[in-house]
T-cell receptor, first 115, second 114 residues
Framework: SQTIHQWPATLVQPVGSPLSLECTVEGTSNPNLYWYRQAAGRGLQLLFYSVGIGQISSEVPQNLSASRPQDRQFILSSKKLLLSDSGFYLC??????????????FGPGTRLTVL | QQQVKQSPQSLIVQKGGIPIINCAYENTAFDYFPWYQQFPGKGPALLIAIRPDVSEKKEGRFTISFNKSAKQFSLHIMDSQPGDSATYFCAASSLGGYGNKLVFGAGTILRVKS
């Protein structure tokens, strides 16, 4: 079976500090990977997605970047956090060698508060 | 054209009622329509999904109705329970598109009163 992990679960960071959020997927190979942000009480905003190692597509120009150093690892980073970066960050995966070709599955999320 | 419009924003029903959430899309290339359920502080969970070759799909108490000509689809929750209180998101994608990105509706906050 497939599982997706995100860490940390919660994070409180000062403005101007760096950020690194990690997502890993188990049980499938070569999945599509996605980073979303969800502001409080709001919808899901797609930030980045990746169809393979080193391949990153950005949806919204902003203060964040993403990398995929390994097949099942997706990292969200920032060099200097802004107050507006606060939110609930969700990683998701789809497809690969799993039996779930169409479905997209989300991780448990990271709650980021920038003070 | 990439938007998915979801209504209502919020919905309150009594236990046993049948809440209905509606979504509409414009992009005729969309061919996969999932629904997600999200509880506070958790990631969205895939609930049920439909392809445009069928007009209805049921899984337990959850039913998707799909109207291809109207470019609309809806979620019905039969015999709703307080435990169904959550935020529901519809989404759409073109499975042949690069990255198979999902376009999400804005969400509906459902409260089922006991």
């Amino acid at each position: 079976s497939q599982t997706i992990h995100q860490w940390p679960a919660t994070l409180v960071q000062p403005v101007g500090s760096p950020l690194s959020l990690e997502c890993t997927v188990e049980g499938t190979s070569n999945p599509n990977l996605y980073w979303y942000r969800q502001a409080a009480g709001r919808g899901l905003q797609l930030l980045f997605y990746s169809v393979g190692i080193g391949q990153i597509s950005s949806e919204v120009p902003q203060n964040l970047s993403a990398s995929r150093p390994q097949d099942r690892q997706f990292i969200l980073s920032s060099k200097k956090l802004l107050l507006s970066d606060s939110g609930f960050y969700l990683c998701a995966w789809r497809g690969g060698t799993s039996a779930y070709y169409n479905e997209q599955f989300f991780g448990p999320g990271t709650r980021l508060t920038v003070l | 054209q990439q938007q998915v419009k979801q209504s209502p924003q919020s919905l309150i029903v009594q236990k046993g009622g049948i809440p209905i959430i509606n979504c509409a899309y414009e992009n005729t290339a969309f061919d996969y329509f999932p629904w997600y359920q999200q509880f506070p502080g958790k990631g969205p969970a895939l609930l049920i999904a439909i392809r445009p070759d069928v007009s209805e799909k049921k899984e337990g108490r959850f039913t998707i109705s799909f109207n291809k000509s109207a470019k609309q689809f809806s979620l019905h929750i039969m015999d709703s329970q307080p435990g169904d209180s959550a935020t529901y998101f519809c989404a759409a994608s073109s499975l042949g598109g690069y990255g198979n990105k999902l376009v999400f509706g804005a969400g509906t906050i459902l409260r089922v009163k006991s």
